[in-house]
């Protein structure tokens, strides 16, 4: 689904609207491959990313994601995650406890022991160094998770969580403050490396799949997850690393698959139907825009310098980039009616928007909303970035400086 809103007559100057003429925020890159593509990664500050995914596929860039090249993993398994310390060492996981590692960017891969047939569905190094960890599906049942104090050379299996609370995966803040997450809500959470583990409430039975944390903030995190009954995908959040975990609003999805945090202000998921969203306020996400007629399902994001240039990857072989967090600045208003815009200026997100108004600023600017009496509701200074107003159901008129726009807001 496309997002857009309408032009209201009077807006022109530097109040920008979202087009719904259906330019792309994320363009498509040609992968090279037909194969599904489970995770994406890249070393914070450089051009060199990884992709991993099915029969073992890793696939590697050194460009930015412009072109992508195959590299022989030495395996056949399905491979569900990649995690790099540095431009030359890095780890990948998948099915039947296959694990690789290369120290030459990917030019040679060898087998890490891990014993058992468990799948491994996240690697992570969570602050670059000797500690490591490996989220595990048991086989066996009571939730698992695999960690390394030597940088990967060796690997110890820890128990999680009651013999009955088995996992999924496992997603790290720091070093010792982490959690692993499971089926049916299954939730605990470690400040100490997992040499001890409380549960947490993450309000949902759902199956969680995945978790990310604020690379700034450990205590800040979100998780995705599954829920059977209902067919739909679920978002939790919390500022404080648990015990409880929020609800999170966001647009109807059947499954989310990925998650990733790259700053203490925003988030991002992705999912079914090629739909990847990102946080306009702690609860409340937002669709991005994808290419037209996208449908793939969209398995892993990341964001590796921060919230504007991201990578999305997903089935047969999609790889999607974005410069400008998913949601560019575009020339001209709604129904392009109006002159190309060059000035600085706050964008609508969506008209009607749920539950309030998202604006885009590429500035710190004042904003004064008003109700269809043209009473003054809400007046806030928008900071450059993403914005949510929270507002009741109606229609109303929202004022930056000389300009105004009508939005209505929904439940």
Not at 20 to 30: I, P, V
Not at 91 to 102: D, L
Not at 396 to 407: E, L, M, N
Request: proline share 6%; glycine share 14%.
């Amino acid at each position: 689904m496309s997002v857009g809103c309408r032009r209201n007559a009077a807006v022109i100057g530097s109040l920008l609207l979202l087009s719904s003429l259906g330019f792309g925020a994320w363009t498509q890159l040609t992968s090279g491959t037909t194969a599904d593509l489970h995770a994406v990664h890249f070393p914070a500050g450089t051009q060199v990313g990884y992709a991993v995914g099915i029969a073992g596929t890793i696939l590697k860039t050194t460009d930015g994601g412009t072109t992508w090249a195959p590299e022989s993993s030495g395996t056949g398994n399905l491979l569900h995650s990649v995690y790099f310390l540095n431009d030359l060492t890095g780890f990948a996981v998948g099915e039947r406890s296959a694990a690789v590692k290369t120290t030459d960017g990917g030019a040679t891969w060898t087998t890490v022991t891990i014993s058992g047939t468990d799948p491994l569905h996240s690697v992570q190094f969570p602050e670059n160094g000797l500690v490591g960890y490996i989220g595990v599906e048991p086989r066996g049942g009571q939730g698992k998770v695999w960690k390394t104090t030597d940088g990967g050379a060796t690997w110890t299996a820890i128990n999680v969580g009651g013999p009955l609370a088995t996992s999924y995966g496992c997603g790290m803040a720091t070093d010792n403050q982490g959690v692993v997450f499971g089926p049916q809500g299954m939730l605990a959470g470690s400040t100490d490396g997992f040499a001890t583990s409380t549960a947490q409430g993450p309000n949902t039975i759902a199956n969680l799949v995945a978790a990310a944390f604020s690379p700034t903030d450990p205590n800040r995190g979100y998780l995705v997850g599954n829920d059977t009954a209902s067919g739909l995908g679920v978002i939790r959040y919390t500022a404080t690393f648990g015990p409880v975990w929020d609800s999170v609003r966001c647009p109807v999805v059947p499954a989310f698959y990925g998650v990733d945090l790259p700053t203490a202000d925003f988030a991002y998921v992705c999912g079914t139907g090629g739909f990847i969203g990102v946080s306009v306020a702690p609860t409340n996400f937002f669709q991005t825009e994808v290419p037209t007629g996208l449908t793939a399902t969209m398995y892993g994001v990341c964001f590796p310098n921060g919230a504007d240039t991201g990578y999305a990857v997903g089935e047969v072989g999609t790889i999607l980039r974005t410069y400008d967090k998913g949601i560019p600045w575009k020339p001209g208003v709604a129904e392009g009616k109006v002159p190309a815009m060059t000035q600085a200026g706050i964008r609508v997100l969506s008209n009607p928007c749920r539950h309030g108004i998202a604006l885009l600023s590429d500035a710190d600017v004042n904003v004064v909303v008003f109700d269809a009496a043209g009473r003054v509701v809400r007046s806030q200074a928008a900071t450059k970035g993403l914005n949510f107003l929270p507002l009741p159901t109606g229609a109303y008129f929202v004022k930056s400086g000389a300009q105004t726009a009508r939005v209505v807001v929904t439940d």
